[in-house]
């Protein structure tokens, strides 16, 4: 009977042990705290307790972690992978080890029916072919001088007109509204060479606001996608064809007629005035690649979708994230308007319109408060690549095959181990030399526009764009943000959605009045 005992329990011991000793070596490989996490649901329950304060949640996860990295154990162990806010780690993920780093299935199968192969959904030879013509575009003179004035033309001829009517009849506006659409127009100037108004116009059921409404409906959805839980939901969903997966596929046949006419109505024209936009410049760039007609258009189509989501509401989110602070800190905004009339002054110019770009980048304390925002208010929060292969990063944490390596811009720029003591205080001296000269910083330190070879190329073009909307209307309007704004006490729980980009929820209500220099 003891010899029976004894076999009968074996198997349970032999098990035991092997739990054990497989626990033990997973310890050896992973150094990495797990905070949060529980046997077979991982940190599910955290992630369920913390969704509306996501980003928060993994601050404050990564800042007592020794390394600034974590691991994300899935439900029922379905996925594995690391967040890290360590700017050494982020070189590694971002250049040294580029090729083990990917968006991966994890990334494109959500993105895929919104952005196809474009370039920010695509890795490989894909990915470098688009990313070797936006990057001879975007350093091409001529380029720079189109979106210049595009977005001069847009600042003065719509949204100065719209924001001085709305002045003028005392109304309450949504200044990130106003902005979004603002974007809108500019972006598809840019990208299209088409001005779809959608600031000026009064329309409630035209094509473009058709676009619009489906675009975002697309970007809330495959945003709903990256944070839910269980995957498998949504992919049963799409599979069917049913709930909100069908929505979404309606959306996206919207989103891809509405490309497909402005791509076709471009191969008809004839006018080498439209050879500027970057429509144009991708067509004249893809004729020598081998497509034919259909595939040429979808391969044009996935990259030009791939800049409206770049350029529609980036901007936008960063600059309503920007005069949100600016409320909350006069002195701030004090700084900025004395800094660009002293510019204008001294360079007897009496109208923002007349600046030039070389004027603009000479705006140190306004460069240095859009990026002090920008640190604390990425417009961008997080971002996702998927391993290749195994990989141990710079401080140790051990990565495995097929996991995803996420980093937090958001917690970044709270780190007390990169910014100091006062990293959640809005402080744009922080960028200014004694001199008050701005001071740009290690890219993986502030990986805001991305890092490495993935690094935004339209990072210039943006501060342009922002210091632009900027001077206009703070030389324009005084503004009054409704609620005051952001202060350092309403700083500490942030009213963010849960998006791709980090908007505000609820928008930004505000009241504007004309300046004595804009009555002149």
């Not at 409320?327 to 308007?337: E, V």
């Amino acid at each position: 009977m003891a010899a029976d005992s004894f076999y009968g329990f074996l198997p349970l011991v032999i098990l035991s042990l092997s739990v054990i000793l497989f626990l033990r070596r997973c310890q050896s490989q992973l150094k990495t705290p797990c905070p949060q996490s529980y046997p077979l649901i991982g940190n599910l329950i955290g992630f369920l307790r913390n969704r509306h304060r996501f980003h928060d949640w993994v601050s404050d996860m990564l800042s007592t972690t020794p390394s600034l990295t974590l691991q994300v154990n899935g439900f029922l162990g379905l996925s594995h992978g690391i967040c890290t806010a360590d700017p050494t780690n982020l070189h590694h993920l971002l250049r040294s080890n580029f090729p083990n780093y990917i968006k991966g299935h994890r990334y494109t199968s959500v993105l895929h029916e919104l952005l196809g192969r474009g370039i920010f959904n695509s890795d490989g030879h894909i990915w470098s072919s688009q990313r070797k013509i936006a990057s001879y575009e975007f350093n091409t003179k001529s380029l720079r001088t189109f979106i210049t004035n595009t977005v001069k033309s847009q600042i003065f001829r719509s949204l100065i007109p719209h924001l001085s009517s709305a002045a003028d009849a005392g109304e309450l506006l949504d200044l990130q509204q106003v902005l979004r659409k603002f974007g809108f127009d500019n972006i598809c100037n840019v990208a299209f060479g088409v001005d779809p108004g959608l600031l000026t116009s009064n329309s409630t059921h035209s094509n473009n606001l058709l676009f619009v409404q489906a675009f975002d409906s697309a970007v809330e959805h495959v945003s709903n996608r990256f944070m839910s839980p269980l995957p498998a939901v949504w992919k049963m969903k799409r599979f069917f064809n049913i709930g909100n997966e069908r929505k979404y596929k309606q959306a996206i046949e919207m989103v891809n007629q509405f490309a497909m006419d402005i791509i076709k109505s471009k191969e008809t024209q004839s006018d080498s005035k439209t050879d500027e936009d970057l429509l144009s410049r991708f067509m004249a760039s893809s004729w020598d690649m081998g497509f034919n007609d259909e595939e040429r258009r979808k391969f044009v189509r996935d990259i030009i979708i791939s800049f409206v989501l770049a350029g529609k509401d980036s901007t936008a989110t960063a600059l309503t994230w920007f005069f949100w602070l600016l409320a909350g800190h006069p002195h701030c905004r004090d700084l900025i308007h004395k800094e660009f009339s002293m510019l204008m002054a001294s360079s007897a110019y009496i109208h923002p319109e007349n600046l030039t770009f070389e004027d603009l980048k000479n705006l140190n304390y306004l460069h240095a408060a859009l990026s002090e925002s920008m640190r604390l208010f990425p417009p961008v929060p997080i971002n996702s690549r998927l391993t290749v292969d195994y990989d141990k990063l710079p401080d140790g944490t051990y990565v495995g095959k097929g996991w995803f390596a996420d980093y937090s811009a958001y917690a970044m720029g709270r780190m007390e181990k990169l910014w100091g003591s006062d990293c959640r205080e809005f402080k744009p001296e922080r960028w200014l030399d004694n001199n008050g000269v701005y001071q740009p910083l290690d890219q993986f330190k502030y990986p805001v526009f991305h890092g490495g070879f993935r690094m935004c190329l339209g990072k210039e073009m943006a501060y342009l764009q922002m210091k632009s909307v900027v001077v206009a209307i703070m030389y324009e309007f005084e503004i009054e943000v409704i609620g005051g704004g952001g202060t350092p006490e309403k700083m500490v729980a942030p009213p963010y959605t849960l998006s791709l980009l980090l908007g505000m929820k609820n928008g930004l209500p505000v009241r504007l009045k004309k300046t004595a220099t804009s009555l002149n």
